[in-house]
């Protein structure tokens, strides 16, 4: 399935760092040659202080003990550069290590940098040391260190660039660490930033928000809550239109969180009509099998999709997560999103159908005529299909249903309210931006 492999599109919006754990993804799929990924993994660590990480990958890749005498030499230059850089840095690492001294430090930090002038000759040099060593750390793999360091700098430094620049690294030290809370905090407040902040140019914002959504897949297919945050971020009107526009790869996530996300179907109309317009632009099994069942109302090109789909959830670094219990493995993601697109499928096809032959649906769910009862009665008690089953004739008997005034009253009256939240947020934009050029 390396035709619905989405690394070559992803990878140029990521951190060089976050693209090892899709090449790991993709060795262990064994979707490319190991001679392939083994290149490609050497390729990026060049342009990384991980020497040592570049000389066991050149072993397993040519069958050697030997390196070439660059990379020796690279690897004494990196070492000296890290002691260099350590001590720079070392009167303020020494100064945060000393827990009397930091209960100095309040919440201003212009009080904080004449503080350490005045006591610890401490001054914008041993800051920006810090930022240099905690950028070092990073490179060469010590994402722990670089965490710490690039926290303590951010509290420090007075430079909004450089401290958006640190705000990124630590964010990705957290994702490669796996704190899924600690990034989770971390997107937020970069997402605050990017919204908030006057970029020089709209397509640089553009960018910045296609990179944070990019970096964000890490976090919401492995954090507890993610399934509904991503909705949350990727649905909003600004990200939306990043996506459609700059990348439209992104709607394969948007989609499956849309499909396992029971508690966001409130939503999931509007982006029916965004699937609808990509059709033709975006050729990705789970956005067509969404296509198929609620544009088209193809029911067998829907079903021949969910073995596609199936595929595509097994061989994607985000979506194909194994978790072990035991002795067994299973695939959350894909267990979770065939059923739920059974119940799209079957929700679907009934709402357009009177009567419904139980042996068609039974064949349609993998399921035999007893079991598939079962399933029809549990799944109309559940849900606000208005319908009974025949014995006697074997068939599910839809009732015609009358739409509700009160219901459309409020849902009219919910989207007036987004529309207007939405107009008063562009003049309150457009107002700034004018106050911004009268400066």
Request: some cysteine; aromatic content about 10%; proline content about 3%.
């Amino acid at each position: 399935m390396a035709k619905y492999d989405l690394t070559a599109r992803i990878a140029p919006n990521l951190d060089r760092h976050l693209v090892f754990p899709l090449l790991e993804f993709l060795q262990e799929r064994q979707m490319y040659p190991d001679e392939a990924i083994l290149k490609a993994k050497i390729e990026l660590l060049n342009h990384t202080n991980m020497v040592d990480y570049a000389m066991d990958i050149h072993k397993s890749l040519y069958h050697t003990e030997d390196v070439p005498q660059d990379m020796v030499e690279r690897r004494a230059e990196v070492v000296a550069r890290l002691k260099a850089l350590e001590e720079g840095a070392a009167p303020l690492i020494a100064f945060l290590q000393n827990p009397n001294a930091v209960q100095e430090l309040r919440a201003d930090k212009q009080h904080n940098l004449q503080m350490l002038n005045d006591r610890y000759q401490i001054g914008p040099d041993q800051i920006e040391a810090l930022y240099q060593y905690a950028k070092f750390q990073f490179e060469c793999g010590n994402y722990s260190g670089a965490a710490d360091y690039l926290y303590q700098y951010r509290a420090l430094c007075t430079n909004s660039e450089r401290s958006l620049s640190a705000l990124w690294g630590k964010l990705a030290a957290e994702i490669l660490m796996q704190n899924w809370d600690i990034a989770l905090e971390e997107l937020n407040r970069l997402k605050e930033i990017i919204d908030s902040k006057s970029f020089s140019s709209p397509l640089n914002q553009v960018q910045s928000r296609i990179w944070l959504m990019h970096w964000s897949l890490f976090i919401f297919f492995n954090h507890d809550n993610g399934r509904t945050q991503i909705i949350d971020l990727f649905n909003q009107d600004k990200y939306l239109n990043a996506i459609q526009t700059n990348a439209p790869h992104l709607l394969r996530y948007l989609a499956t969180a849309f499909v396992v996300n029971k508690r966001r179907r409130p939503q999931f109309k509007d982006f029916i009509k965004v699937i609808q317009q990509e059709q033709y632009s975006n050729e990705d099994p789970i956005t067509q099998f969404l296509a198929s069942v609620y544009v088209h109302y193809d029911f067998d090109a829907a079903q021949k999709k969910m073995k596609e789909c199936e595929e595509v959830i097994l061989n994607d670094p985000f979506l194909g997560k194994r978790v072990e219990e035991g002795n067994f493995s299973t695939i959350p993601m894909r267990d979770e999103f065939l059923e739920n697109a059974r119940l799209f499928i079957f929700e679907t096809y009934c709402r357009i159908h009177q009567r419904i032959d139980m042996g068609v649906l039974a064949e349609k769910l993998n399921l035999n005529i007893e079991e598939a009862e079962r399933w029809i009665v549990n799944l109309i008690r559940t849900s606000k299909l208005d319908a009974k089953i025949d014995s006697k004739t074997g068939t599910v008997i839809m009732e015609p249903s009358q739409p509700n005034v009160y219901e459309q009253l409020i849902d009219h009256t919910k989207a007036l309210s987004g529309r207007t939240y939405k107009l008063v947020g562009q003049l309150l934009e457009h107002a700034q931006t004018q106050q911004s050029a009268a400066r």
